[in-house]
């Protein structure tokens, strides 16, 4: 069965400083991958999103890159972070057909508060 | 273009009573449709989903939606609400004819249940 594993769980991070969330996923090959997030009191946003290794794509303009240096790996990163990058983190990923469809699974998300 | 608004951003139920989660929908194309659930600090788990087969169709924890096209709605109900119930949850679409597994997130809505 496939898992997606998202660390670390929680963090806070100083103004400016560099941010690196991790993202695998198990017991598939070649799946989208996506980063989303979910500011307090909102809806979730998608932030990058993925078909294959090297190629991400960007959905809105911010202080955020992603990185997939693997097949099933996805890296969120920041070189300097802004207290407006606080928030609930989440990776995800889906494969296209077979008896997934179109389904998208989460992790286990991630907590940044940046002071 | 799509979208998902879900009618309550809270819902009150008390243990053992009936749960409405309203949501409506647009899309372009055939639909497929999602219900997940976020317990606080967590990821998102999926409930169920509509992909075109059997309008109503049945998930986890008791949940089912029924899938209407002349309403454009896909609400989620549960005949008796449980304690462990209480959590945001996300009515999610997606084009089938997207290949990339783009969802539409609702705004969420927080089911509260009182003993």
């Known amino acids: 069965s496939q898992t997606i594993h998202q660390w670390p769980a929680t963090l806070v991070q100083p103004v400016g400083s560099p941010l690196s969330l991790e993202c695998t996923v198990e017991?598939?090959?070649?799946?989208?991958l996506y980063w989303y997030r979910q500011a307090a009191g909102r809806g979730l946003q998608l932030l990058f999103y993925?078909?294959?290794?090297?190629?991400i794509s960007s959905e809105v303009p911010q202080n955020l890159s992603a990185s997939r240096p693997q097949d099933r790996q996805f890296i969120l990163s920041s070189k300097k972070l802004l207290l407006s990058d606080s928030g609930f983190y989440l990776c995800?990923?889906?494969?296209?057909?077979?008896?997934?469809?179109?389904?998208?699974?989460f992790g286990e998300g991630s907590w940044l508060t940046v002071v | 273009a799509q979208s998902v608004t879900q009618l309550d951003s809270h819902v009150s139920v008390s243990e053992g009573t009936p749960v409405l989660l309203r949501c409506n929908y647009s899309?372009?194309?055939?639909?497929?449709l999602f219900w997940y659930v976020q317990h606080p600090n967590k990821g998102l788990q999926l409930l169920l989903k509509?992909?075109?087969?059997?309008?109503l169709v049945k998930g986890i924890n008791g949940f089912e939606a029924e899938f209407k096209k002349s309403e454009t709605s896909f609400h989620l109900t549960k005949p008796s609400a449980h304690m462990s119930d209480a959590a945001e949850y996300f009515c999610?679409?997606?084009?089938?004819?997207?290949?990339?597994?783009?969802?539409?997130f609702g705004r969420g809505t927080q089911l509260t249940v009182w003993p």
């Open positions: 509509y992909t075109s087969a059997a309008t």
């Open positions: 899309s372009s194309y055939s639909p497929s």
């Open positions: 999610v679409v997606i084009d089938r004819g997207s290949t990339l597994g783009r969802l539409y």
């Open positions: 993925s078909v294959g290794i090297g190629q």
């Open positions: 995800a990923w889906s494969v296209q057909g077979g008896s997934s469809g179109n389904t998208i699974y």
């Open positions: 017991g598939t090959s070649n799946p989208n």
